[in-house]
């Protein structure tokens, strides 16, 4: 019988497209993650279809869009219905679970309500929006659990165990997610290969103790990896990352002249660009162990982040906007078990070998969206596709890139021919002046649409009195996006666009107003 594949899937929180050595965009010194890409399968179009925490993580993880799970803010305090991920929803890891793997993960969920929604005094001792997740089937088949809800405290993190101790750490948090992960997969591999220990055990804390199910002979792993740096706060970042970033900073065209000599801007910048570095050399501690372990070979690894950050592009800090910055996320894809399903293994090693590839991962253009992360997953594990997903296996594609056979110019295997994006005024300071008017705040916010080259977007505004307006940029012409056309509603131009995110609308439980008088 074939050895069936293990999945690795490791995403950060706000860490944009650009952040990444091998984007060839921001100046940022990914060394160990951009080896990975050079061996990797590079999706150039990943979008973050609502580029927002807990909508992307529950798209990522159901296959469905967001709204069609409920998900039309972050999990959070204050509002009458906060919005959760219900025990009904079939995630990746249910699906893994039933077909015998071993699940775990760790790290920031921010799919469960908000304690404090139900008591003034949780037995948990949540704050915000923090949330404790217990046993059972909120953790959707996830049997090694070592997670929180919410909470931005990268130097003195917290998290609940499978059994549901609390562990107050003073490491910062990406470091110590990372130490917990290793100890997981060394415990899995002595389990399930018999093995030696390859790891001295780094840590020696009540979570390395905790035991994993029963081993069975053929029992793949899947694990999920969730950083929160480099979401803010940008300053709790270890002095040490800091450093590299001393020198003069180059900045994308998109930032306004008056913040690039703002010091607290550039301040921030070098926060941010310091955390993925810091996320670099905890991704390169994974890899050397995959590699010592020859557990590579056999792994699914993904490498990815929920959505971006502007920081500083178009004047803006932070996500939950339309521009590229905050709906492009890194995803590559690669490990033994992508190269072994792509059938291109030796090709890919020996053009690596030979060096033609070394700085120029394969390309694969296709636009990917939230929801097609978990069927492109189980399609490469060879795992069927439950039917209430709804997005798409993008594997093909993955496929194709590997094979050489599907060029950047598109013409080849490219899958979608569009992405939907969406924005729904969350924050409850931003609902109540709806609330007063009689109007329905999900009426607001706005959708869009993006291709390969385009994006477009009705505008309805986050106040009540906002007038519409509808933008179209040409990302080929204008990568930058400082260039858009801002289009009538009776222009023809936005007729073909309209026609997609109305139906798109009806299909997905979106009371969007289209018409506005």
């Given at each position: 019988a074939m050895q069936r594949k293990n999945l690795l899937y490791i995403f950060a929180d706000q860490w944009r497209y650009h952040a990444l050595g091998a984007a060839h965009e921001d100046t940022v010194f990914t060394p160990c993650m951009d080896s990975f890409a050079a061996e990797s399968v590079c999706c150039t179009n990943a979008i973050s279809t609502y580029p927002l925490c807990s909508p992307h993580r529950a798209a990522l993880l159901t296959g469905?869009?967001?709204?069609s799970c409920g998900m039309w803010t972050n999990c959070k305090t204050g509002l009458d219905i906060s919005p959760c991920l219900a025990p009904q929803e079939t995630l990746i890891s249910d699906v893994l679970k039933k077909n015998g793997?071993?699940?775990?993960?760790?790290?920031?969920?921010?799919?469960?309500?908000?304690?404090?929604?139900?008591?003034?005094?949780?037995?948990?001792?949540?704050s915000g929006w923090d949330a404790y997740t217990p046993a059972g089937c909120r953790r959707h088949g996830f049997d090694f659990w070592y997670s929180y809800g919410a909470m931005d405290e990268h130097l003195s993190p917290h998290y609940w165990t499978t059994d549901g101790a609390r562990c107050d750490i003073r490491t910062w948090s990406p470091e110590h997610e990372t130490d917990v992960l290793l100890s997981y997969l060394?415990?899995?591999?002595?389990?399930?290969?018999?093995?030696?220990?390859?790891?001295?055990?780094?840590?020696?804390?009540?979570?390395?103790?905790?035991?994993?199910?029963?081993?069975?002979?053929?029992?793949?792993?899947?694990?999920?990896?969730?950083?929160?740096?480099?979401?803010?706060?940008?300053?709790?970042?270890?002095?040490?990352?800091?450093?590299?970033?001393?020198?003069?900073?180059?900045?994308?065209?998109?930032?306004p002249e008056a913040m690039r000599c703002d010091e607290s801007y550039q301040k921030k910048m070098r926060e941010y660009y310091a955390a993925i570095s810091?996320?670099?050399?905890?991704?390169?501690?994974?890899?050397?162990?995959?590699?010592?372990?020859?557990?590579?070979?056999?792994?699914?690894?993904?490498?990815?982040?929920?959505?971006?950050?502007?920081?500083?592009?178009?004047?803006?800090?932070?996500?939950?906007?339309?521009?590229?910055?905050?709906?492009?996320?890194?995803?590559y894809v690669g490990g033994g078990a992508?190269?072994?399903?792509?059938?291109?293994?030796?090709?890919?090693?020996?053009?690596?070998?030979?060096?033609v590839r070394l700085h120029m991962p394969l390309i694969c253009p296709a636009l990917i969206e939230s929801c097609d992360h978990m069927p492109t997953l189980l399609d490469i594990l060879g795992i069927p596709i439950p039917d209430c997903v709804e997005g798409t296996s993008a594997a093909p594609a993955l496929a194709a890139a590997c094979c050489g056979t599907d060029f950047p110019d598109g013409k080849a295997?490219?899958?979608?021919?569009?992405?939907?994006?969406?924005?729904?005024?969350?924050?409850?300071?931003?609902?109540?002046?709806?609330?007063?008017?009689?109007?329905?705040?999900?009426?607001?916010?706005?959708?869009?649409?993006r291709t390969k080259d385009k994006t477009y977007v009705i505008d309805n505004g986050t106040e009540p009195h906002t007038k519409q307006r509808r933008f179209l940029y040409d990302n080929v012409q204008d990568p930058y996006q400082m260039h858009p056309i801002e289009l009538s509603a009776s222009d023809p131009r936005c007729e073909p666009y309209d026609k997609l995110l109305k139906a798109w609308c009806r299909g997905h439980k979106d009371f969007f107003l289209f018409e506005r008088n």
């Amino acid at each position: 019988a074939m050895q069936r594949k293990n999945l690795l899937y490791i995403f950060a929180d706000q860490w944009r497209y650009h952040a990444l050595g091998a984007a060839h965009e921001d100046t940022v010194f990914t060394p160990c993650m951009d080896s990975f890409a050079a061996e990797s399968v590079c999706c150039t179009n990943a979008i973050s279809t609502y580029p927002l925490c807990s909508p992307h993580r529950a798209a990522l993880l159901t296959g469905k869009y967001p709204l069609s799970c409920g998900m039309w803010t972050n999990c959070k305090t204050g509002l009458d219905i906060s919005p959760c991920l219900a025990p009904q929803e079939t995630l990746i890891s249910d699906v893994l679970k039933k077909n015998g793997y071993d699940t775990a993960y760790i790290g920031k969920w921010h799919l469960d309500s908000s304690d404090l929604n139900y008591s003034a005094h949780p037995a948990s001792a949540c704050s915000g929006w923090d949330a404790y997740t217990p046993a059972g089937c909120r953790r959707h088949g996830f049997d090694f659990w070592y997670s929180y809800g919410a909470m931005d405290e990268h130097l003195s993190p917290h998290y609940w165990t499978t059994d549901g101790a609390r562990c107050d750490i003073r490491t910062w948090s990406p470091e110590h997610e990372t130490d917990v992960l290793l100890s997981y997969l060394e415990r899995w591999r002595t389990a399930h290969t018999g093995q030696a220990a390859q790891l001295a055990q780094a840590t020696s804390s009540a979570h390395t103790a905790q035991p994993l199910p029963t081993a069975q002979a053929d029992t793949p792993f899947c694990a999920f990896l969730s950083w929160n740096p480099p979401h803010p706060p940008y300053d709790q970042v270890p002095e040490r990352y800091l450093k590299q970033y001393a020198g003069k900073l180059n900045f994308r065209q998109n930032v306004p002249e008056a913040m690039r000599c703002d010091e607290s801007y550039q301040k921030k910048m070098r926060e941010y660009y310091a955390a993925i570095s810091g996320l670099d050399e905890q991704f390169g501690r994974i890899m050397s162990f995959l590699e010592k372990t020859g557990l590579k070979d056999n792994t699914l690894i993904v490498l990815s982040a929920d959505h971006g950050d502007c920081m500083g592009s178009h004047g803006l800090y932070g996500k939950n906007v339309w521009y590229e910055e905050s709906i492009r996320i890194p995803l590559y894809v690669g490990g033994g078990a992508m190269m072994s399903f792509a059938g291109g293994g030796a090709d890919i090693q020996s053009r690596t070998s030979a060096g033609v590839r070394l700085h120029m991962p394969l390309i694969c253009p296709a636009l990917i969206e939230s929801c097609d992360h978990m069927p492109t997953l189980l399609d490469i594990l060879g795992i069927p596709i439950p039917d209430c997903v709804e997005g798409t296996s993008a594997a093909p594609a993955l496929a194709a890139a590997c094979c050489g056979t599907d060029f950047p110019d598109g013409k080849a295997n490219t899958g979608k021919s569009h992405a939907f994006l969406c924005m729904l005024p969350g924050m409850p300071e931003l609902i109540e002046p709806f609330k007063k008017e009689g109007l329905d705040s999900k009426c607001f916010g706005w959708r869009g649409i993006r291709t390969k080259d385009k994006t477009y977007v009705i505008d309805n505004g986050t106040e009540p009195h906002t007038k519409q307006r509808r933008f179209l940029y040409d990302n080929v012409q204008d990568p930058y996006q400082m260039h858009p056309i801002e289009l009538s509603a009776s222009d023809p131009r936005c007729e073909p666009y309209d026609k997609l995110l109305k139906a798109w609308c009806r299909g997905h439980k979106d009371f969007f107003l289209f018409e506005r008088n």
